[in-house]
């Protein structure tokens, strides 16, 4: 595939234009991989990608977006006000709480057992929508081992396998929505068991405020977890995190999920992105895509706040804590680009990059090159390669989940058809910069981004 970039001059008054030049697609990719205009922030933890400086990476970017300064700021205006309506209200935020919290007692007196509820997901994280569903676990190390052939003769538990475990997960449930199916002042209308991969029940209910009066209806799904560690968890705490440091972010994110499922990047149920791995190319673009970063690396600066896997993670984990220490000052002056412009940037790096020799590594704070095992490759000194583990070793894309061992980009099936989607969008932004394109093709605006309609 091939892309023309053009663009125009004033000289003595009269408008020349500059030879069309023809940039292969080897050429834009090229970008991503010289490591010899990639920046070590190491104060932030991160090292920027060298599309941030290559000239057909950031810097084309932002000169599109100083051309068309007036479209981004009307367009950045639609997607702030678009956010202030659908962003979660605290009054639902709070009715989930409360419905978690009236589950919570309910079900340690039924099963009377040690136990406690916690929300995940975009509920906890500063990015939740109104009327999202709330992600509910129910969290009890051993409640899964509750007969006396899981015991050994020494006295240590035995390992449930993968089936015996989904197994007991999915009698558990059962017990639980016979609790709920009789508690009547939980407000559920609806509770169905899903015996998927991941077993769990869904709920559905009216709920109440009893502050403002407010009623809405609550979509809840209750998952169940016997370990210690809970992912779910440490993941809401890492992108709760992100949320505090910069107010573009939670926006920016949202803005991105709701495109993503008009441009056909995001639905896993179609082999592409699910919500959290859209997350996570946020993140990254965030962290590495610019010259100056908006986001560090969070578990890089703060290894004993934030989990950085099953072994290394915080005892105790409050999504409302402010940090142990201050962000340390970059020693750069902040990168002023709108939500708008960020977004348009973001499209703009994922239509060059090639994810399936690349991987997104958040909690490195890189982008480092996909290594494989027959080619005889070492990780060398400033990870610049990373090998895939044996799990993900066949999958068209992975990307480095920064808590736990799965691959987030584990549903993409075929990276360049996704590539497209996001590529189809930069064009739609690039035609302004074509006379005769831009006599038909208008600035896109929120409605043609989102597929939404105006109230």
């Not at 419905?99 to 939740?128: A, C, D, H, Q």
């Not at 449930?160 to 997960?169: G, S, V, Y």
């Not at 100056?292 to 409302?320: K, S, T």
């Not at 990168?335 to 499209?347: K, P």
Request: hydrophobic content about 35%; some cysteine.
């Amino acid at each position: 595939r091939q892309r023309v970039e053009s663009s125009s001059h004033m000289v003595a008054d009269a408008p020349r234009e500059e030879p069309v030049r023809q940039l292969s697609r080897s050429k834009i990719e090229a970008a991503h991989k010289q490591r010899d205009l990639s920046i070590d922030l190491r104060i932030w933890a991160i090292v920027s990608s060298p599309w941030a400086r290559h000239e057909l990476g950031f810097p084309k970017g932002l000169k599109f977006i100083r051309k068309h300064q007036e479209e981004f700021d009307f367009l950045n205006k639609e997607i702030h006000l678009y956010w202030e309506r659908i962003r979660q209200p605290d009054w639902e935020y709070r009715c989930k709480i409360e419905f978690k919290n009236e589950m919570e007692k309910l079900l340690k007196e039924y099963l009377k057992r040690p136990l406690r509820l916690v929300i995940t997901g975009s509920t906890v994280t500063g990015v939740g929508t109104a009327n999202s569903d709330a992600d509910i676990c129910l969290c009890s190390p051993g409640i899964l081992h509750p007969i006396a052939r899981d015991i050994s003769h020494d006295g240590i538990t035995l390992m449930l396998n993968k089936d015996e475990k989904r197994r007991r997960i999915g009698l558990l449930l059962r017990h639980c929505k016979k609790a709920l199916a009789k508690a009547d002042h939980l407000g559920l209308t609806k509770i169905q068991f899903v015996d998927a991969q991941i077993p769990l029940l869904k709920m559905e209910g009216r709920r109440v405020d009893k502050e403002t009066g407010n009623t809405f209806i609550i979509d809840a799904d209750l998952s169940v977890s016997n370990e210690v560690f809970i992912s779910g968890l440490h993941n809401s705490h890492l992108i709760k995190g992100y949320t505090k440091i910069d107010a573009r972010f939670a926006p920016l994110v949202t803005f991105i999920k709701k495109w993503a499922v008009v441009a056909g990047v995001k639905d896993p149920q179609i082999r592409r992105f699910n919500s959290y791995a859209i997350t996570l190319l946020t993140i990254h673009f965030l962290q590495c895509g610019l010259p100056r970063p908006v986001l560090p690396n969070l578990q890089g600066l703060y290894p004993y706040f934030y989990a950085l896997d099953e072994n290394n993670h915080p005892d105790r984990v409050d999504l409302n804590e402010e940090l142990p220490e201050p962000l340390p000052d970059p020693g750069l002056p902040q990168i002023g680009l709108s939500v708008a412009e960020l977004f348009y940037l973001f499209v703009s790096y994922y239509s060059t990059i090639d994810l399936r020799t690349s991987v997104i590594r958040v909690k490195c704070g890189r982008v480092s090159t996909r290594g494989t095992k027959e080619r005889g490759e070492h990780i060398d000194s400033d990870e610049n390669v990373c090998y895939p583990p044996d799990y993900a070793a066949k999958s068209e894309v992975f990307i480095e989940d920064p808590i736990d061992e799965h691959n987030p980009g584990r549903t993409v099936d075929d990276w360049e058809m996704v590539r497209v989607c996001f590529s189809s969008t930069a064009l739609i932004f690039d035609r302004m910069d074509n006379e005769e394109s831009a006599m038909r093709f208008v600035f896109p605006n929120i409605n043609l981004l989102t597929g939404t309609v105006d109230e």
